[in-house]
C-alpha cells in the first residue's frame, strides 16, 4: 500500500493503530503532523528560488508560503543576514546590498538596492507544502518522507488515544536524523574540505 498520497497514508495510519474506528479522528492527526514538520524540516524538496524586486525603501514581500529563509543573492553575490536591530541602526545608503533582515512579513535590504537593468535579487527559501486533502492527494513532501508523515501521525493518535506514544516518537525521530544526516552528506558530497586556519 502506497503511503505517497493521502489514501494510502489514511489507511497505514489505521492499519498500524490496528483500529476501524478511527476514520473522523484520523484525517487531524495528518494535520498536526504537518503542522509539526512545518516547524521542524528544511530539504531540499521543499525550496523554492524567486526573483526579488525591493521597492524604494529597500523593502520586498515575503512569499505566502514562506517558511525560513535559505539563501539571498545579488547578482549571485551572497548577502550576509543581520538582525532587524543591527540594520535600523545603519545610516541610509544606496548601491550594492550586502545584507538583510527579515521584518514582520518584508525583507529589508541594506544598502537600499540601485537596481540595473541587468541586475537580479534572488532569494532561496523553504516553503510550506500544501497540506494532504482529498482534492490535493499527494505534495512533494510525503513523497520524500512518507514515513515522517506516518510517524507524526501516529504520535498525534496517541496522544489522542491517552496511550503511550513513545514508540512512534522514536520512529518519528529516526526517520528525521536519517533524512538530516542524507542532506549534511548530499549538500556538500563531491566538494573538496576545507579547513580554516583560526585567524
Known amino acids: 500500500m502506497s503511503m505517497t498520497n493521502y489514501s494510502g497514508l489514511k489507511a497505514s495510519i489505521a492499519n498500524w493503530l490496528n483500529r476501524t474506528d478511527l476514520t473522523s479522528e484520523i484525517p487531524d492527526f495528518i494535520s498536526l503532523?504537518?503542522?509539526?514538520?512545518?516547524h521542524e524540516i528544511r530539504i531540499p524538496t521543499i525550496e523554492k528560488?524567486?526573483?526579488?524586486?525591493?521597492?524604494?525603501?529597500?523593502?520586498?514581500?515575503?512569499?505566502?508560503?514562506?517558511?525560513?529563509v535559505k539563501d539571498v543573492f545579488f547578482n549571485d553575490k551572497p548577502l550576509q543576514r543581520v538582525s532587524l536591530t543591527n540594520i535600523h541602526t545603519y545610516s541610509e545608503a544606496s548601491g550594492t546590498p550586502t545584507f538583510?533582515?527579515?521584518?514582520?512579513?518584508?525583507?529589508?535590504?541594506?544598502?537600499?538596492?540601485?537596481?540595473?537593468?541587468?541586475?537580479?535579487?534572488?532569494m532561496i527559501y523553504y516553503y510550506g507544502v500544501d497540506p494532504l486533502s482529498d482534492s490535493a492527494?499527494?505534495?512533494?513532501l510525503i513523497q520524500t518522507a512518507p514515513e515522517l508523515?506516518?510517524?507524526?501521525?501516529?504520535?498525534?493518535a496517541a496522544n489522542f488515544l491517552g496511550s503511550d506514544s513513545g514508540q512512534w516518537e522514536m520512529g518519528y525521530q529516526t526517520s528525521y536524523n536519517r533524512?538530516?544526516?542524507?542532506?549534511?552528506?548530499?549538500?556538500?558530497?563531491?566538494?573538496?574540505?576545507?579547513?580554516?586556519?583560526?585567524y
Do not use: C, W
Request: aromatic fraction near 12%.
Open 33 to 38: 503532523a504537518e503542522t509539526r514538520m512545518a
Open 49 to 68: 528560488k524567486v526573483l526579488l524586486t525591493p521597492n524604494s525603501e529597500g523593502y520586498t514581500s515575503i512569499p505566502s508560503d514562506y517558511l525560513e
Open 100 to 122: 538583510f533582515a527579515r521584518e514582520a512579513d518584508k525583507i529589508k535590504f541594506f544598502p537600499t538596492p540601485t537596481m540595473g537593468a541587468s541586475d537580479t535579487l534572488t
Open 137 to 140: 492527494p499527494t505534495n512533494p
Open 149 to 156: 508523515y506516518l510517524y507524526g501521525a501516529l504520535v498525534e
Open 179 to 198: 533524512i538530516m544526516t542524507h542532506l549534511r552528506y548530499s549538500e556538500f558530497s563531491g566538494a573538496t574540505p576545507q579547513i580554516d586556519n583560526g
